[in-house]
């Protein structure tokens, strides 16, 4: 396989693959993807955008890089995703430390479609919510059941005809099948 091949094929996965030099700063050895000059020309704002001084995220993560490279450990290891601000959407971020030949290398993998887990958990979020508003709406209507449930046990207890009390305890009956409904919900 070509570097020229390497060097389409890498942006076009997303993935950005970041060289450590000597000097302790970082070099793109393929093009980046859009994403990518995206968050950094986000980062920059109206600066000139560099590796080290406008992506922020970037010290966090080579620090993670500086301890897994004067480790000693060869191979690779996969950091925690994280998300980084573009101008109109925020991308998920894969982190991958490596070494390779003696060369210290930090790829950054943008996570979308299953592998971006944010749509899942803010739909879980949005069902916990709705699930409160709904706990609180059946609260609202157990207060009334309860007085109901009362009032006919008051009437029950009383001294009424037969027929009132007989209505009294229909409608306690129905008050224990709304309460059992509720109870299913």
Same mark, same amino acid.
């Given at each position: 396989?070509?570097?020229?091949?390497?060097?389409?094929?890498?942006?076009?996965?997303?993935?950005?693959?970041?060289?450590?030099?000597?000097?302790g700063?970082?070099?793109?050895?393929?093009?980046?993807?859009?994403?990518?000059?995206?968050?950094?020309?986000?980062?920059?704002?109206?600066?000139?955008?560099?590796?080290?001084g406008?992506l922020?995220?970037?010290?966090?993560?080579?620090?993670?890089?500086?301890?897994?490279?004067?480790?000693?450990?060869g191979?690779?290891?996969?950091?925690?995703?994280?998300?980084?601000?573009?101008?109109?959407?925020?991308?998920?971020?894969?982190?991958?430390?490596?070494?390779?030949?003696?060369?210290?290398?930090?790829?950054?993998?943008?996570?979308?479609?299953? /592998?971006?887990?944010?749509?899942? +958990?803010? $739909? *879980?979020?949005?069902?916990?919510? &709705?699930? !409160?508003?709904?706990?609180?709406? @059946?609260?609202?209507?157990?207060?009334?059941?309860?007085?109901? /449930?009362?009032l006919?046990?008051? +009437?029950? $207890? *009383?001294?009424?005809?037969?027929? &009132?009390? !007989?209505?009294?305890?229909?409608? @306690?009956?129905?008050?224990?099948?709304?309460?059992?409904?509720?109870?299913?919900?």
């Amino acid at each position: 396989m070509s570097e020229v091949f390497l060097e389409k094929l890498l942006p076009t996965l997303g993935f950005v693959v970041l060289q450590r030099t000597d000097r302790g700063d970082f070099r793109l050895l393929a093009p980046a993807p859009p994403w990518f000059a995206d968050a950094a020309k986000t980062a920059a704002g109206d600066d000139l955008a560099t590796l080290g001084g406008t992506l922020p995220f970037l010290e966090h993560v080579a620090a993670d890089a500086e301890r897994f490279w004067w480790s000693g450990k060869g191979g690779a290891v996969t950091g925690e995703p994280f998300a980084i601000p573009g101008s109109a959407e925020e991308y998920l971020v894969r982190p991958r430390i490596a070494t390779v030949d003696g060369n210290k290398l930090l790829l950054l993998e943008r996570l979308t479609g299953g /592998a971006d887990s944010r749509p899942i +958990l803010q $739909a *879980a979020r949005e069902a916990q919510l &709705a699930h !409160e508003q709904t706990q609180l709406r @059946l609260n609202d209507v157990r207060a009334p059941i309860e007085t109901i /449930a009362a009032l006919a046990a008051r +009437l029950i $207890a *009383a001294d009424l005809p037969p027929r &009132a009390r !007989e209505s009294a305890g229909d409608v @306690l009956r129905a008050v224990e099948t709304a309460r059992a409904a509720l109870d299913a919900l």
